[in-house]
C-alpha cells in the first residue's frame, strides 16, 4: 500500500545531525509539518532553519529521550502543535565501542537501553491514539545490529535486538488498525554517531572502530527510508550485501560470526585484537 509522505505531520527524534536531520530537509522539501526533537536546541534550530527555507512548518523541541517525562511532552507538544501525528520516526539512538570484558561500568548497558529502547517504546505508547486516529505510520531505526550480533557492539546489540523485537511484536499487535510499523536496518552510514558513541569506560569513543571504506551517504540512506516509508514496508535492510548476509545467516550462521569479526577496523578493536 503506497501513501506518499507529503502534507503530513510527522515527528522525529534524534534530528540535530546525521540520519535524522537528512530526513527532516528531505521531508520538508515535500510539504510536511515537522517536530525536531534532539539535546541540543541550536543545532536544532539550525537544522529547523534549513527545513523553513523550503517553506515546511518547523517546531524545535529540546527532549532527552531516556527520560520518559520528557517523551511524553513531546508527544503531548507535537500533537499540539501540529494538530495531529502521521507519521513517529523514533531516529534517537547512541552507538558503543567496548569489548564486554573491558567494560567498566554496566549501568551503560542500561544508558544505552533507556536511549535505544526504552525511548521507543515511550514516545510510541502516548503517541498511539493519535496514530490511530490517522492511521499513521511508526518507524523504527535500528541498525544492522539490531539483526545479527557483532563483536565489541554487546551493549549496542542487545539495545538494537530488544527495539526490533518490540516493533515486530507490536506491528503483528496493530494488524487490521490502520496503523503502521516499519523498521529500518542501515548499515554502515557516514555520520558521527560511532564517533560520538561510547568506548567501554562510557565515554566518547572519538573514533568509529567500524571499517567506513564504502559508507552509505545520507542522502542515498533517507531516499530509501522514505521508499520504505511510503510504502510502509515491514522492515527495509539497507545494502545488497546487508540483505544477503541475513539470507546467509538463516543457512549458514557460522560464515556471519566471520563475516562480523572482520567487519571490525583492526586500527579500532578489531580483528589484530580479537581475544582468544
Keep these: 500500500m503506497y ?17 535524522g536531520a537528512e530526513l527532516a530537509l528531505a521531508l520538508a522539501a515535500k ?71 573491558d567494560i567498566t561500568d554496566l549501568d551503560t548497558f542500561e544508558r544505552l537501553f533507556r536511549i535505544n529502547t526504552m525511548s521507543a517504546v ?37 539495545s538494537k535486538f530488544a527495539m526490533s523485537g518490540f516493533f515486530e511484536a507490536l506491528r503483528i499487535e496493530l494488524m487490521g488498525s490502520g496503523v503502521d510499523v516499519t523498521m529500518i536496518f542501515p548499515g554502515v552510514v557516514a555520520t558521527e554517531i560511532r564517533r560520538n558513541g561510547l568506548n567501554a569506560n562510557g565515554e566518547r569513543a572519538g573514533v568509529s572502530g567500524l571499517a567506513e571504506k564504502g559508507a552509505m551517504s545520507l542522502a542515498q540512506c533517507t531516499s530509501e527510508m522514505i521508499h520504505a516509508m511510503e510504502h510502509r514496508k515491514r522492515e527495509h535492510i539497507m545494502t545488497a550485501q546487508g540483505r544477503l548476509g541475513m539470507l546467509l545467516k538463516s543457512l549458514f550462521p557460522g560464515v556471519i560470526d566471520h563475516m562480523a569479526r572482520k567487519a571490525l577496523d583492526s586500527d579500532h578493536g578489531g580483528p589484530k585484537k580479537l581475544r582468544r
Excluded at 524545535?60 to 501525528?85: E, F, K, N, R
Excluded at 505510520?137 to 563483536?151: E, H, I, N
Aim: with cysteine; net charge positive.
Design 31 to 101: 510539504g510536511n509539518k515537522l517536530v525536531l526533537a534532539a539535546r541540543r536546541r541550536e543545532a536544532l534550530e539550525d537544522v529547523a532553519q534549513r527545513c523553513r527555507a523550503v517553506g515546511a512548518q518547523v517546531w524545535v523541541v529540546p527532549c532527552d529521550v531516556s527520560v520518559q517525562a520528557q517523551c511524553t511532552s513531546l508527544i503531548d507538544t507535537a500533537v499540539a502543535s501540529m494538530g495531529g501525528l502521521d507519521v513517529l520516526v523514533n531516529n534517537a539512538g547512541v552507538s558503543m565501542h567496548g569489548w564486554f570484558e
Design 122 to 158: 515511550w514516545l510510541t505508547h502516548r503517541a498511539l491514539s493519535a496514530l490511530r486516529q490517522s492511521k499513521g505510520l511508526v518507524v523504527g531505526v535500528s541498525s544492522l545490529a539490531g539483526k545479527t550480533g557483532v563483536p565489541a557492539r554487546t551493549t549496542y546489540c542487545t
Design 3 to 19: 501513501q506518499a509522505i507529503e502534507s503530513k505531520r510527522v515527528l522525529i527524534t534524534g534530528a540535530s545531525e546525521g540520519i
